[in-house]
């Protein structure tokens, strides 16, 4: 029974550990993603591999889920013949939940994957150093333009999700199941609140930040060459994924949770 209860304490004061440690490199990066100097070239690469390039994959993840919620929803309403409710469920599900929560997780698998490599290459290929040794703070220039774009672009990659997440369930409905095209409109925007909308880029923007976060985290802290960087690939698109859906439920139970 003790040794399973210092099982148990190891592990938890091992877990603090990792907290602490976290808090103090998300402390230090937020303290200079707000101080000058600041690197625009930077700031404006990372915004366009974060936002620009991750179009593609967010636009088709968000057009097929909102087809399938389309789908998904006549089918489970026609039961209780509550056909007309496809586009509140549609435009409420994409806003409020799928859109942010799709968003995040596909941006993490791409960029906090990208950021976690790159870094981690730099760290164990001692680049880093080179850059402390040439009086080059690693957080002014590598990890606070990435939190910066990260939490900036999210929030317009995830408003680009929901209008075509919901434009795929038009095309589904209005298509494929006849609905009328002006009823389905109507319906759109009948139900829909501006808390819906801001409530869903507030995730987006929570998410961005810990996505680069964890990207930046593991990279920064990798060590043992090639493998090394792999396992923090690994876990930072693992531990990003698991925050993503950690505070989704945080933000909904903050606007909804009454």
Not at 197 to 211: N, Q
Request: with cysteine.
């Amino acid at each position: 029974m003790i040794d399973l209860l210092r099982a148990v304490g190891r592990l938890f004061i091992v877990f603090l550990s990792h907290v602490g440690r976290l808090s103090v490199f998300a402390a230090t990066a937020l303290s200079h993603a707000v101080r000058p100097p600041f690197y625009p070239r930077l700031i404006l690469r990372a915004t366009i591999e974060i936002g620009y390039y991750s179009l593609p994959v967010v636009g088709l993840t968000a057009i097929f889920s909102g087809m399938v919620l389309a789908l998904q929803s006549y089918t489970g309403f026609a039961r209780f013949s509550a056909e007309g409710a496809v586009a509140t469920v549609v435009v409420l599900s994409m806003t409020r939940e799928l859109g942010p929560v799709l968003a995040g997780l596909m941006v993490a698998g791409r960029i906090g994957a990208s950021m976690a490599a790159e870094i981690g290459t730099m760290r164990v290929t001692e680049q880093i150093d080179a850059l402390q040794t040439l009086s080059t703070d690693p957080f002014k220039y590598l990890i606070a333009p990435r939190l910066l774009a990260g939490l900036l672009m999210l929030p317009l990659l995830v408003l680009v999700a929901d209008v075509i997440g919901v434009f795929g369930g038009y095309l589904v409905a209005v298509y494929k199941l006849g609905f009328n095209p002006a009823t389905y409109i109507s319906r759109t925007w009948e139900y829909l609140e501006a808390l819906d909308v801001i409530s869903g880029l507030t995730k987006a923007a929570v998410f961005g930040f810990l996505i680069s976060l964890m990207g930046c985290y593991h990279g920064y802290h990798s060590k043992g060459g090639a493998q090394g960087v792999g396992a923090a690939t690994t876990n930072s698109v693992v531990s990003a994924a698991i925050l993503i859906l950690i505070f989704n439920y945080v933000i909904t139970a903050l606007y909804f949770g009454k």
